[in-house]
């Protein structure tokens, strides 16, 4: 779960590129909108918009990058970047086509009881804040090992 304007989602997201390459054909790595800041909500529904045009991750981390301005030119500016449609980013952000897929999203961390951003589940197992990439290893493979016994 994370916020676009969170500087420590930012610096997880070596983590999460790092856990990516380590576990390849392992784990599956779902990034959910949680905005903590009222600024970041656009850039949510942004990476669901990027999402819905498989550019999720291309954006995803360009917004993390560029935390400092996360407006609605901003936004189109980076969507150019990642190889968006942007006129489709535009009218979707504009029109606020994924608020509600972001709320739920939203509610979701709630009922988890996820208290800030980043927060990570990994196999059910709730871990809020950012990590050490050596104990976001240690949880992944406690959780392989889970699985397979």
């Known amino acids: 779960f994370s ?23 392992k784990v599956r790595i779902v990034v959910k909108q949680m905005p903590v ?10 990476a669901l918009a990027a999402e819905a045009q498989g550019k999720f991750w291309p954006l995803h981390d360009l917004m993390l990058s560029n935390q400092e301005d996360l ?8 969507g150019k970047r990642a190889g968006l449609d ?17 709320q739920a999203e939203l509610a979701t961390a709630m009922e988890l009881e996820l208290t800030g951003a980043p927060s990570f589940v990994i196999n059910g197992k709730r ?3 950012h990590r050490p990439i050596a104990e976001l290893r240690t949880l992944v493979n406690e959780a392989l090992a889970d699985l397979e016994s």
Do not use: P, W
């Not at 500087?7 to 390849?24: P, T, V």
């Not at 407006?71 to 980076?78: G, K, T, V, Y």
């Open 3 to 25: 916020d676009m304007q969170c500087s420590y989602c930012g610096d997880a997201l070596g983590n999460l590129d790092q856990l990516r390459e380590d576990f390849a054909g």
């Open 37 to 46: 800041h009222e600024t970041a909500k656009l850039a949510a529904e942004a």
């Open 71 to 78: 407006s609605l030119e901003a936004l189109l500016a980076l």
């Open 86 to 102: 942007v006129a489709a980013l535009r009218q979707d952000l504009e029109q606020h086509t994924y608020a509600r897929a972001v």
């Open 127 to 129: 871990i809020m804040g």
